[in-house]
C-alpha cells in the first residue's frame, strides 16, 4: 500500500513538471515570436515612413485632415502633428519630417543606423 502511495506520488509530480516545462518552453516560443514580429513590423514602418515623408513634406495640418478622412485622429501637441499615431514635426505650421524614434517604436535599434529623433 505504501509502495502504490509513493509510485502514484512520483507520478503526478513528474507529470506536474512535464506540463511546467512545456508551459515555460512555449511562453519562450511566443515571446521569441512576438520579438520577431515587432522587429518585422518595425522595419516595414520605418520603410512606409521613408516613401511617405516625400508625399507628406510641406503639407499644412488642413491638408493633412483633409487627405486622411474624418476617421483617423489627428492633433498637434507641442509642435507635432500626430496622426493616428504617426508623429510628424511641423516647422512654419507645415511638415518637416516623420518622427521615426515615436511613430515607429522598437524593442532594438535600427540596425541599419537611420538618424532617429
Not at 45 to 60: M, T, Y
Request: hydrophobic share 40%; with cysteine; aromatic share 6%.
Amino acid at each position: 500500500m505504501k509502495q502504490r502511495y509513493w509510485v502514484l506520488l512520483t507520478s503526478i509530480l513528474l507529470v506536474t513538471s512535464l506540463c511546467g516545462l512545456f508551459a515555460a518552453f512555449d511562453a519562450a516560443v511566443g515571446l521569441e515570436h512576438a520579438r520577431a514580429k515587432n522587429r518585422d513590423m518595425t522595419g516595414r514602418c520605418r520603410l512606409l515612413a521613408k516613401l511617405a515623408e516625400p508625399g507628406f513634406k510641406e503639407l499644412s495640418e488642413s491638408a493633412v485632415r483633409s487627405l486622411v478622412g474624418p476617421e483617423v485622429i489627428v492633433d498637434v501637441e507641442d509642435g507635432d502633428l500626430w496622426v493616428d499615431d504617426l508623429v510628424f514635426h511641423l516647422e512654419g505650421g507645415r511638415i518637416s519630417e516623420i518622427d521615426l524614434a515615436r511613430s515607429c517604436p522598437s524593442l532594438e535599434p535600427d540596425p541599419r543606423g537611420s538618424k532617429q529623433k
